[in-house]
């Protein structure tokens, strides 16, 4: 028999974890153009470039602080930035997706699911995917 306890605490959880993971599913759903239910580096990378063209108003091929609305900290922006002129190009961007992909990949397997782009990695990585 299930204990009161039991169903409070799971739907606690429920309502705690229910809309991160719908929304890590919704971006799996979105992202996957091969509908495996992952996303592999790829497809991540192809959201990426569709998303830094779109947040390039001016078309100058790059994303500065502003443009980038918040997707990286200073901190972080800075670190991507190796000519330090203070913004990305769009391989500047791409690399750090890689990188934030590598980290949501924590079974080296190549492919992100819902589980591992809910985890705080994968959280920083859809970051600049939206």
């Known amino acids: 028999m299930i204990s009161r306890r039991s169903v409070a605490l799971a739907l606690t959880f429920a309502v705690l ?3 991160a993971w719908s929304a890590s599913a919704s971006a799996v759903k979105m992202f996957d153009t091969d509908n495996d ?4 580096l790829a497809e991540v990378k192809k959201a990426a470039a569709a998303l830094f063209a779109k947040l390039d108003p001016d078309h ?3 994303l ?3 443009e980038l609305r918040g997707r990286l900290t200073a901190k972080e922006l ?7 002129d203070g913004t990305l190009t769009l391989d500047e961007y ?3 997706v890689e990188q934030r992909f590598n980290a949501a990949n924590p079974d080296k397997d190549g492919t992100l699911d819902a589980k ?3 985890s705080r990695a994968g959280r920083a990585l859809l970051r600049l995917l939206r």
């Open 116 to 118: 591992e782009l809910n």
């Open 60 to 62: 100058d091929g790059t």
């Open 64 to 66: 500065d602080a502003r």
């Open 17 to 19: 974890s229910g809309p």
């Open 78 to 84: 800075a670190a991507a930035d190796p000519d330090h």
């Open 37 to 40: 239910g992952t996303l592999d």
């Open 94 to 96: 791409l690399a750090v």
